[in-house]
């Protein structure tokens, strides 16, 4: 049976009144955070916003340009203050960067504050996912399915800390949405 058949609208809609704090979506670019982010939101009744897209605004600046002209680490600077802020304004679905949550102190805010939720995929997904846009800053110097795997090894221990872990898979992204609400429903 797949997760979307178990929930009906009513227990949806109930999981949604108990939930108090915002739903932070973390995991490797690719894995859908925005796209499934989207979707939550939806069918939970609640705001959605793009933490990249936040930056943006904030920095008016892409994000290859920020990393470009001042580094990464005056990238997480910023992120690390737009998702403490977005965090504080939103009791909705907020998608995180690919690096976000590696950042020890982004980590333990999201943690503390919201409902950390690790988007994970296979390097498959993955690799096929982020070949369809161009505006990856990290992958661009290299082969896309080696820095995914590098990436991979070295960010899970620090994905695996969120309170919940939902696998994306080829498919629609609402199969996602409804894991993550099936695991937030366990989890509360």
Sequence with gaps: MTADATLSQSDIAKIATAIDRPIVLVGLMGVGKSTVGRRLAEMLDRD????????????????????????????????????????????????????????????????????????????????????????RPLLRDGNPREILTNLKTTREEFYAQAQLRVVSEDGPHAHTAYSIIEAINKWL
């Design 48 to 135: 959605f916003v793009d933490a990249d897209d936040a930056i943006v605004e904030a920095a008016q600046r892409s994000i290859p340009e920020i990393f470009e002209e001042f580094g990464e680490p005056y990238f997480r600077d910023g992120e690390r203050r737009v998702i403490a802020r977005l965090i504080e304004e939103s009791t909705g679905v907020i998608a995180t960067g690919g690096g976000a949550f590696v950042d020890p102190e982004t980590r333990a805010l999201i943690i503390e504050r919201a409902i950390g939720v690790w988007i994970d995929a296979d390097v498959d997904t993955l690799v096929e996912r982020t070949s369809r846009r161009n505006t």
